[in-house]
């Protein structure tokens, strides 16, 4: 089949799926009746706290939310770096809950963390808790049949996806490729806020989703991440957030989309709620155990949070997505421009995709022109240890304009980082034993590890062609997934703003700044660990070694990456480099930097393989797609 003729086929079928993708009411009304003879109406208890277990986290929530006045707000903080802790937080939560549990994600897989957090879910509202669920769509719940089951799940439990693709809960290839070609606008705008409330006294934001990988369950490949559990007030401007984005037209319930609908129609006797079936049941007794240990909770949570004043919960609106110019819409993303443009000696940066938006990048040209400009250090994702290596391409393009003009440090994340998240991770590992797959085949689990993870954009999201690059190292791979900023160790943020042009124009965000030092030099040491010799190749400019084709080959590349297309200069103005045994780390502006560090090449550790040529023909043609990666 020709080009020409694929294209017509996509857009007959656009044009098809979009003449029928409302539903009628009557038959809306049909499957809600249908939903509410089946759904289980009696409550488990029927206590007025609705069973809920003893929280010592919510215990502290609301300590804070009770000494807290308009004037003098009071909160409790908690960094979560480690992934056991920031899941077993979240199921204590859940399990402490007495009114009710909001949660809106960007990713809700179906392996052991999304089946685990979905079970304890529906338990809550099975005892009485008000339950809502809000995804989107692209990347959550793709099981038609599972959407059923939890439509009827309990009465208590509702779920809603956003901005569905044609109306359906699931998204075929033709599907996918259809909404590019008809409506590409709306199907590349996205909810990427990530936010667990309970009982609007305490909440959790950050950036990871639900999801193995996010949790260091994943054997192969894992994030490196990060959230912060915030009690007291700015729970409160939680869920005002999350009421917004759930009555928001685009947040579609179950029986209104039409493969759920349907499903429900055609199978009207109640589908029950069977009991989870983990690929390693016991790592999820681990962290069930945990959940119910007030100890363990005070020792890996508690311990090291603090109590502090002001922390303001920012979230993009909804309305992003329909006016991306208005202002308003954008109120989560002005404060981290704001919160940059302010620096004065000090700013620390992690994101995992180094595209900077047009603002961002006149914030940083003029702090860089100051006297003194202030320290930039930026924590970000190398070819080795990324599975969006088409954003990775337009980073790469770009090294000589980060370091000359804007001054940054850059720190690139090794694949199999030493000190971030390993040592939970290992500890993890121990519970999986040798030959434990969902399949037994493989093969076939191969296939699925790396489907559904978290698109940045919409070039290589879908199925195979988001795994990372094959590397020449062997063993298990980390990427950094956290996205954080600390400014002069005055006031610091934690959310799932990626600092990029798809955060700042597409996507809605969220997040928290918090106005503590305390709150901001633990942050920035996390950053700064992940930028440690062991952890990380630092990026500067190669070493002249014959002036005169040293200067002719910097004046080839500087032309070379000026152009919008054919940047194919393969000699880069900087690369990557490595400490050497013996020395101590310095930044690359130290006069002794050279003989201290050797380079390792502009990919260090990426095997030759259709990845590798991918990122240089992006880099060469692909820098004018970098808003929408």
Same mark, same amino acid.
């Not at 799926?17 to 809306?28: E, K």
């Not at 109590?307 to 819409?329: C, I, M, Y």
């Not at 093969?443 to 988001?466: K, N």
């Not at 050497?580 to 130290?590: R, T, V, Y």
């Given at each position: ?61 609301? @300590? ?77 719940? %793709? ?35 259809? %909404? ?98 983990? &690929? ?57 421009? @704001? ?43 190398? $070819? ?27 720190? &690139? ?44 954009? +919409? ?11 094959? +590397? ?90 000026? $152009? ?22 310095? @930044?690359? %502006? ?40």
């Amino acid at each position: 089949m020709s080009l020409r003729h694929l294209a017509l086929l996509v857009l007959f079928a656009a044009t098809a799926l979009l003449d029928g993708c409302t539903l009628p009411r009557a038959q809306i009304r049909r499957a809600d009746a249908v939903v509410a003879a089946t759904a289980p109406a009696a409550s488990a208890c029927d206590r007025a706290d609705h069973c809920a277990q003893p929280s010592p986290l919510l215990d502290a929530a609301r @300590q804070a939310l009770a000494a807290s006045t308009p004037a003098n707000p009071r909160h409790r903080v908690a960094l979560l770096d480690d992934s056991e802790p920031a899941l077993v937080a979240r199921l204590d939560l859940i399990r402490g809950a007495r009114r009710s549990i909001d949660v809106q994600t960007y990713i809700w897989d179906q392996d052991d963390v999304g089946q685990l957090v979905l079970d304890e879910l529906v338990r809550a509202a099975r005892r009485g808790v008000q339950v809502r669920i809000l995804a989107d769509q692209l990347s959550s719940f %793709g099981d038609v049949a599972l959407l059923d089951r939890l439509a009827r799940a309990s009465r208590n439990l509702k779920v809603r996806l956003y901005n569905p693709t044609f109306h359906e809960a699931s998204t075929s290839p033709l599907e996918w490729a259809a %909404g590019i070609a008809c409506c590409f606008f709306k199907f590349n705008q996205r909810m990427h806020n990530k936010v667990m409330l309970v009982d609007d006294t305490i909440g959790i934001t950050g950036g990871r989703n639900y999801q193995d990988r996010y949790f260091d369950w994943d054997d192969d490949f894992d994030y490196v991440d990060r959230d912060v559990l915030v009690g007291g007030p700015a729970a409160q401007a939680m869920a005002r957030s999350f009421a917004l984005f759930w009555r928001h037209k685009r947040s579609v319930p179950l029986t209104h989309l039409r493969d759920v609908n349907r499903h429900i129609l055609d199978h009207p006797a109640a589908p029950g709620w069977p009991a989870p079936a983990y &690929e390693h049941p016991q790592r999820v007794y681990r962290v069930e155990q945990e959940a119910g240990d007030a100890a363990w909770l005070r020792a890996h949570v508690l311990a090291d949070s603090l109590e502090t004043g002001a922390v303001d919960f920012f979230s993009d609106l909804p309305a992003k997505t329909d006016q991306p110019l208005r202002r308003q819409a954008r109120q989560f993303t002005a404060h981290v421009m @704001q919160m940059v443009g302010a620096a004065r000696h000090e700013v620390v940066l992690q994101t995992p995709y180094l595209v900077l938006s047009r603002r961002a990048r006149r914030i940083f040209e003029r702090l860089h022109q100051e006297t003194p400009p202030p320290r930039i250090v930026v924590s970000t994702n190398s $070819l080795a240890s990324t599975d969006a290596f088409a954003v990775y391409a337009v980073s790469y393009k770009h090294r000589k304009r980060y370091l000359k003009d804007y001054g940054f440090e850059i720190y &690139e994340l090794k694949p199999h980082a030493a000190d971030p998240a390993a040592a939970n991770a290992r500890a993890s590992l121990e519970w999986i034993g040798e030959g434990e797959h969902a399949s037994g085949d493989p093969a076939h689990d191969a296939s699925q590890r790396y489907v559904g993870t978290e698109s940045h954009g +919409l070039l290589g999201s879908h199925g195979s062609s988001q795994r990372p690059a094959p +590397l020449v190292s062997e063993g298990r791979r980390f990427a950094l997934h956290a996205k954080s900023i600390v400014v002069d160790d005055r006031f610091a943020m934690v959310g799932s703003h990626n600092f990029d042009p798809r955060s700042d124009h597409y996507n809605t965000e969220a997040g928290v700044i918090v106005y503590d030092r305390r709150f901001a030099e633990q942050l920035r040491r996390s950053i700064l660990r992940d930028t440690q010799p062991q952890n990380a190749w630092v990026i500067a400019p190669r070493r002249p070694v014959v002036p005169v084709l040293t200067k002719l080959n910097q004046a080839i590349g500087d032309l070379s990456e000026s $152009l919008p297309l054919f940047d194919f200069w393969p000699y880069r103005y900087a690369t990557s480099y490595q400490l050497k045994a013996g020395c101590a780390p310095m @930044q690359p %502006g130290d006069p002794a930097f050279y003989s201290c560090y050797e380079p390792v090449g502009d990919f260090p550790d990426v095997a030759l393989s259709p990845k590798l040529i991918y990122t240089r023909l992006i880099t060469a043609f692909g820098s004018s797609a970098s808003g929408i990666l």
